[in-house]
């Protein structure tokens, strides 16, 4: 049992590029959220953490796009956007090739997974990193889940995706600390960025929290994109954070902080 | 309609230095290597977010545009919601303005 650690956090890049338009009230309760998320994910000695993220046109575009994506790269830049637009400094991040290339190679028994020794994070992992690991002083592998540009994965390939992680983290000696970060409800970076669908969004964290295989793959897109905005596609990281740790979940945190354009979340989840 | 080729531009130029030395320097001959209609190419140089966000360019591209073009959030939301009543509801894609025009849901 080498995966070690499994949790759930937001990534929207307000959370740190309007930082000071937030109600610190709100805000800083959550960063405290994610700074206990840290202290846990430390406690647990990880030798590489993978942050499962659902990036936004930075690395991977119409083009050429990959469902799923891992990163095998000695080494990540970012952020990819403006710092001082982010207001996170840029940095590089270490990889591990080898430790990359053993855990690709156990996923693709079931999966099929691009991989990628170049990679540029977006805010998708930046902002995570900034919280969860402020110093720059982990073994990153990348990973990441198409969530912008349908047609996108089927729910139950995220879950058979979050499986694979479980196996490959199984499979190696190293131990792996998994993140998976997205957005639940949320119509970002439109008009309606802001608006946050507090009900649906508890509804699926109940769903999350009772790793509840079946209802959390009972969306159908069409009601995600009506229900939980073009944001709510993200869901799939959190599903695939639930397949990998088969236990159930803990929110430390909710709250819909619109300045943010998410509900703000932290979690974490029993590996079984 | 080459709503894939102006977006495409727009990703190079929010991941590329070389693309934003360019636009800097010389944004015609940048947005020129693209083939664009004459709509499409005027609302990249005259910085219309509104324009741009109709067509159908995905936020999570146009808003770092905006951002490159120093454009402020909250200034940002409004030309979004400026471009719609302008030229109509958003054309393709997954972006489309939900809220009506003069709700303010990120409080702002």
Redesign the interface.
């Known amino acids: 049992m080498t995966l070690v650690y499994t949790g759930i956090c937001s990534h929207a890049p307000g959370i740190t590029a309007r930082a000071d338009m937030a109600d610190p009230a709100l805000r800083d309760p959550f960063y405290a959220a994610l700074e206990r998320q840290r202290q846990e994910i430390l406690a647990t000695r990880p030798d590489a953490l993978m942050i499962v993220a659902a990036e936004h046109f930075a690395n991977f575009f119409m083009n050429s796009m990959p469902a799923y994506a891992i990163g095998m790269g000695d080494s990540y830049s970012g952020p990819i956007e403006d710092p001082d637009w982010l207001k996170i400094p840029p940095r590089i991040a270490k990889g591990d090739p080898d430790l990359g290339r053993r855990l690709v190679a156990e996923m693709l028994q079931t999966v099929d997974v691009s991989y990628c020794e170049e990679w540029q994070f977006d805010h998708g992992i930046i902002v995570p990193l900034h919280f969860l690991d402020p110093g720059n002083e982990m073994t990153i592998i990348p990973a990441n889940i198409n969530c912008q540009g349908p047609p996108l994965t089927p729910l139950h390939r995220a879950w058979a995706f979050g499986e694979a992680i479980r196996r490959a983290a199984d499979s190696v000696p190293e131990r792996i600390a998994l993140v998976c970060t997205g957005g639940i409800s949320h119509w970002p970076a439109t008009p309606d960025s802001g608006k946050i669908n507090e009900a649906w969004d508890r509804d699926f964290l109940d769903r999350w929290a009772a790793n509840d295989r079946d209802r959390l793959l009972a969306y159908s897109d069409a009601e995600t994109y009506r229900d939980a905005g073009q944001g709510g596609f993200e869901i799939r990281t959190f599903i695939a954070a639930a397949a990998a740790a088969r236990g159930n979940g803990e929110v430390q945190f909710f709250a819909p902080i619109p300045i943010f354009a998410v509900g703000c979340t932290v979690g974490r989840m029993e590996i079984i | 309609m080459s709503l894939?080729q102006l977006?495409?531009l727009l990703?190079v130029l929010?991941?590329d230095d070389e693309a934003k030395r360019q636009w800097r320097e010389d944004p015609a001959a940048l947005v020129d290597g693209f083939p664009l209609t004459g709509e499409e190419r005027q609302a990249v140089l005259g910085h219309d977010i509104g324009l741009l966000?109709v067509l159908g360019v995905?936020?999570?591209?146009?808003?770092?545009f905006a951002?490159?073009c120093g454009i402020a959030?909250a200034d940002y939301?409004r030309l979004?919601?400026e471009g719609?009543q302008t030229y109509g509801p958003v054309r393709a894609g997954?972006?489309?303005?939900?809220?009506q025009f003069d709700e303010?849901?990120?409080?702002?």
């Open positions: 894939y977006s495409k990703y929010n991941r966000y995905n936020g999570q591209i146009l808003m770092h951002a490159l959030w939301l979004m919601r719609v997954l972006y489309a303005m939900t809220t303010r849901v990120a409080g702002i």
